[in-house]
């Protein structure tokens, strides 16, 4: 889940936050901050992304138009989350907390919570895996949702990718036109923390991901590209 920067409320000419009443007007300046991709699955998604609210509108009808309230949704992630009363320190979130290093991907699609993380931590981490259902059963396959396939083949290609670098490494050839191709090819899938998994060991590559899934937040990785903690909790 990659760690996004929502940043600043957008601004009018003389610099004044813009305000809308209908919280809908936000996504484009959403779209632009973060790309077009679900804060949650990571999907790309050129049609089709909601402004997600992280407390439900119908609840906290205070903060619908707030733009620190603001996230983008695909269909599933937000049906998952629905209505669901938000207790925001019982879970993990990508514009707060460096969620890359909360959870595993593996080949077969499946997601884990890292290992790695403190009992308390890798339990609001599994509460968000919950609250979006990123762990659905793929045995009872839905038409609507293919977040569990579409992981799945987005490995298949970064691994693949990766394959290619490794065999251009070998045989001394430039990596220069190989890496901008990744950086071309891996936004256009979505899934982030996979590509990123996929090249571990190739910081060259890993920055070029970061700068190409437009709203990474790069201080969530040192000078190393070693994923770092952004708040005390992770």
Known sequence: MRPIVRGNAPV??????????????????LIQRMGQYCSYC??????????????????????????T??????????SSKGDTPINLDDYLWPDIHNTHMAY???????IDVSADLEPEIQHRAQNTLDLVGLQKNPNRPSVSDRRWKNRTVTFNKAFSCRLLVDEAVSNGNDLNYIVSLIGELAPESGFFSIWFKAFTG?????????????????????????????????
Do not use: M
């Open 12 to 29: 009018d000419e003389e610099g004044q936050p813009i305000s809308y009443s209908d919280y809908a007007n936000f996504r484009g300046a």
């Open 69 to 78: 309230n603001f996230l983008l949704g695909c269909a599933n992630c937000n």
């Open 202 to 234: 190739y910081p060259t590559v890993q920055e070029v991901l970061v700068e190409n899934f437009i709203g990474t937040d790069r201080n969530a990785f040192d000078e190393n590209l070693i994923p770092k903690k952004r708040t005390e909790v992770l």
């Open 42 to 67: 990571d999907q790309k998604l050129p049609a089709s992304l909601a402004v997600e609210h992280v407390q439900p509108k119908s609840l906290t009808p205070e903060l619908e138009v707030e733009w």
């Open 104 to 110: 595993v991907y593996n080949s077969d699609g499946s």
